[in-house]
């Protein structure tokens, strides 16, 4: 039984159903098995549960404090940290080679899914320095692996992304920071760099920057974009770390959310900076910590709507308001707990199935992940993750958002009001939305490039594993559900069709329906996930299969089948209303001129 006065626990008997019921592969590691898994994650949790959820509204309250070009973080924050960090947590997917410990990504998707729910400040930096890390595994020269890798896989440095500029967000072919070659791979880098998340703190000893800039003479546009690593601290004669380097923070943002991470300013003044990968193949190496990240903020939104619900389920049973419409439900009390109301239930069994379903598809692209990290990973495999990462990125942030709306709607007026901590979830979560590519960006990547340039390639292998599913459900009580969604697996290639031909003479009509597009493939991504958790639930409950780990108790997959039928009764039929608005076409937003916009 849930401890709902908990301020955050992590939903370890769901992480354990997917990674024993649901998962098709094994451990990528030979000597590490599920029970090790298991074991490691449950550590995770109660670090999670004791160290950085009960500082989580501290850390929102004290925020970063901007001095001098240097900034501090809350000191509970740090602290955490420095405590993270030395516990070997950092690696838990890195390689052996430079001091990671290796383990699946699997793992490492749960473990980032409740460090964002116990504390979403927190979780950044962490995520971040992995994906520099990876960047340089996959681009960086043996001698930038060999002293830069150890030391930001063990925590004692941490790494950031530097892309953003002023007067450009996600169009990078704008980026005007320069990088002249002093000597052979050694570069000055010149320019500045807004939304550095983790920019400059107190926390590490020092900041590996991975820094987008264009070598003189480059062609214009993203191809003429490198990427460099630049580091805060440069060695010294004496090979001490303490040289300081041409890399200042000229300020802090004063953001909306998210008050324990400091979101900076950088300023490149000449600074020391080494190539990574060729020359002008910089967006290739970015692109790799980018889709990590994209996968990482999928676990954020998904991490969101599970502290979303946990909140709401804590206060729906304790607060008080009316009575039943079915007849008084707490005969000894004033009025009825606010959980009997079916208001309350569809709000609370929408962010259930959010997270869930979310956390199904998130543990579905870590197994990719974990494929596509093999020396002979499988093509097809690769390119389904390249499919689903925008709509996990772009869908289940965006779900994870209206769950914490949600949370303030169940509190009333008390959720408006700082006391709760319900409003600091929507305010922590919005970021979400944004970075890593608007869901806007996501929608144009998914519907043009990854569909549409790709004549559906990977869409099609999705939904021919959807027909699999709905083909192969032996539960008579599930068929119903199974005839709804292999409907939509038909629809859904004849959809990208008929935007697509429509595209052929005008590719703006891309452009006004990728947005809905992308919620549709969300919402039927979603579906897929719900039965094959259904299916999976009813055979074992009707002992047609015998679970692969711990005996789940019937309730628990009872619910399974129950909140499956939720969604597809109330939540997969928006994907409809998305269908009619992403075939309207452009006319009704494009025709109106601007003058007539501005009134």
Known sequence: ??????????????????????????????????????????????????????????????????????????????????????????????????????????????????????????????????SSCRAIIGHGSDELKATYLEKLIMGEWTGTMCLTEAHCGSDLGLVRTSAEETSEGVFSIKGNKIFISSGQHDASDNIIHLVLARIKDAPKGIKGLSLFLVPAKLKNKSGVWNKKNAVHCIGIEEKMGMHANPTCSMSFEGAEGYLIGKPNRGINAMFTMMNEMRLGASMQGIGLSERSFQKSLAYAVERTQMRSLGGVKAPEKEADPIIVHPDVRRMLLTQKVFAEGGRALGQFCANLLDESHKENADKERVELLGFLTPIAKGFLTDTGLASADM??????????????????????????????????????????????????????????????????????????????????????????????????????????????????????????????????????????????????????????????????????PRARGHKEMMLAGKGSMMDITEAQLIG
């Open 407 to 572: 949370a303030i709607q169940m509190y009333g007026g008390h959720g408006f009001i700082k006391e709760t901590g319900a409003e600091q979830l929507f305010r922590d979560g919005r970021a979400s939305t944004l970075y890593e590519g608007t869901t806007g960006i996501q929608a144009l990547d998914l519907l043009g490039r990854k569909v549409l340039a790709s004549q559906g390639k990977s869409l099609l292998s999705f939904t021919k594993m959807i027909h699999v599913l709905s083909k192969t459900n032996s539960s008579d009580n599930l068929g119903d559900l199974s005839d709804t969604l292999a409907g939509f697996a038909k629809e859904w290639p004849e959809l990208a069709k008929l935007v697509g031909s429509k595209a052929i003479g005008d590719f703006e009509e891309v452009g006004a329906a990728s947005f809905d597009f992308l919620m549709y493939s969300g919402y039927v991504t979603l579906a897929y996930f719900w039965l094959k958790m259904a299916t999976v639930s009813q055979e074992i409950l009707d002992g047609k299969r015998h679970p692969k780990g711990e005996d789940f108790d019937r309730d628990f997959l009872d619910a399974k089948v129950k909140n499956a039928r939720f969604y597809f009764e109330r939540i997969l």
């Open 1 to 130: 039984m849930a401890d709902l006065m908990a301020e955050y626990q992590a939903p370890l008997k769901d992480m354990k159903f997917l990674m024993t019921e649901m998962s098709d592969q094994a451990s990528s590691s030979e000597d590490v098995s599920n029970e090790d898994l298991l074991f490691i994650l449950e550590q995770a949790a109660r670090f999670a549960e004791e160290e950085l959820a009960p500082i989580n509204k501290d850390g929102d309250e004290v925020g970063c404090v901007f001095d001098n070009g240097k900034v501090a973080l809350p000191p509970k924050l740090k602290a955490a940290f420095r405590t993270y960090a030395e516990a070997g947590w950092m690696g838990l997917s890195m390689p052996e080679e430079w001091g990671g410990q290796a383990l699946p990504e699997r793992l490492s998707s749960f473990v980032g899914e409740i460090l964002t729910s116990a504390n979403h400040s927190f979780s950044m930096t962490p995520a971040l320095t992995m």
